[in-house]
């Protein structure tokens, strides 16, 4: 397997890995108090992973305005520094909140908050341009999205980014930003438990990388997620919002779930892989145009993650063979 993928036709190349960087951004809240973080996170720890993970050849990042209200963006700028012309750096907008209490607040989908957004996501990551920058409001309507690429257009002519994307889940929506010039990808939910073929149709008929979020389903394909076991206050486990599937309702994840996991524990983990590494060895597997970007909050964990490139994809018997099992598991 090649380490390293096309974003779409933008002329951009990333390590087939990425690292997602909503974790490192600590802890955040909506404004009812719903925790929308994974919990508490060390600063020193965060910029140990990001150079780890440099090292092992990961060159694409991404993160968000809003993760921990501008927190993550901080801390990536910090530790990319000088690295940062050798690296692919993606973030998003859409979302407004408060920094000082790092609090959703709402969400702005006008073309004067994108402008505002990208000017404050340039000076916390320390930067003159974004090389992929993404609307994160999943169900923003259609219409407004058109005026939006138009304005990335814009944007891409001026030099503050060099491509832009959808984070969401609907094809018809991500099918309105591809057809910009300079639409390189669309991020979306898929994992070896929740597949998107839909999705990675669009990819393929225009041209899209498929950037995929929730790579390791928010824990369960690490084989960390036990059932029952609890989850710290701060992390949005702990209060599952509706579209956080296999955590039901917070006291852990869900036996169902774990059962699904456990029957693809002995494919995954074929010829010494974790079983995270077996997870985005079936992501490479499913499309060339797949990019996972699993989470990370310490050393250890880029470098289990990073560590699944040198393992590459599944074959295409393994694949058939996940297949084979999870339709096993689906009529139990």
Not at 86 to 112: I, P, Q, Y
Not at 180 to 192: D, F, M, W
Not at 195 to 213: F, K, Q, T
Not at 228 to 256: M, N, T, Y
Request: proline share 4%.
């Amino acid at each position: 397997m090649e380490t390293t993928r096309p974003l779409g036709s933008s002329g951009i190349e990333v390590s087939a890995l990425g690292f997602g960087c909503w974790a490192i951004g600590g802890e955040w809240q909506a404004a009812d108090g719903q925790p929308l973080g994974w919990g508490k996170v060390d600063d020193e720890e965060s910029v140990r992973a990001v150079r780890r993970a440099l090292d092992l050849g990961v060159t694409f990042f991404d993160t968000a305005d809003t993760y921990g209200a501008g927190h993550s963006e901080r801390v990536l700028g910090r530790a990319l520094g000088k690295h940062r012309a050798d690296v692919v750096v993606a973030t998003k907008w859409g979302n407004v909140f408060d920094e000082a209490t790092r609090t959703l607040t709402g969400n702005d989908d006008s073309r004067g908050y994108l402008r505002r957004a990208l000017a404050a996501s340039l000076r916390r990551l320390g930067t003159d341009y974004v090389d992929l920058y993404q609307f994160h409001l999943s169900d923003a309507g259609p219409e407004q999205a058109a005026l939006l690429r138009e304005a990335c257009e814009d944007l891409v002519r001026e030099g503050l980014i060099r491509a832009y994307a959808w984070s969401t889940d609907d094809p018809a929506r991500a099918a309105v930003f591809a057809e910009g010039p300079h639409c390189a990808a669309v991020q979306h939910a898929l994992n070896v438990l929740n597949d998107a073929p839909a999705m990675l149709r669009l990819c393929e008929e225009a041209g899209l990388a498929s950037v995929n979020r929730s790579p390791l389903a928010m824990g369960l394909l690490t084989g960390k997620s036990r059932d029952r076991q609890p989850l710290e206050a701060g992390d949005i486990r702990s209060r599952p919002p509706a579209w956080l599937r296999g955590f039901g309702d917070g006291s852990g994840a869900d036996p169902e779930w774990l059962a699904r996991v456990d029957a693809l524990k002995d494919v995954l983990t074929s010829e010494g892989r974790t079983l995270a590494q077996g997870a985005l060895a079936w992501l490479w597997a499913r499309s060339s145009r797949t990019v996972p970007i699993p989470g990370f909050r310490s050393v250890a964990q880029a470098e289990e993650n990073a560590g699944a490139l040198e393992k590459g994809a599944l074959t295409s018997a393994q694949l058939a063979e996940v297949d084979r099992l999870l339709e096993a598991a689906r009529t139990r």
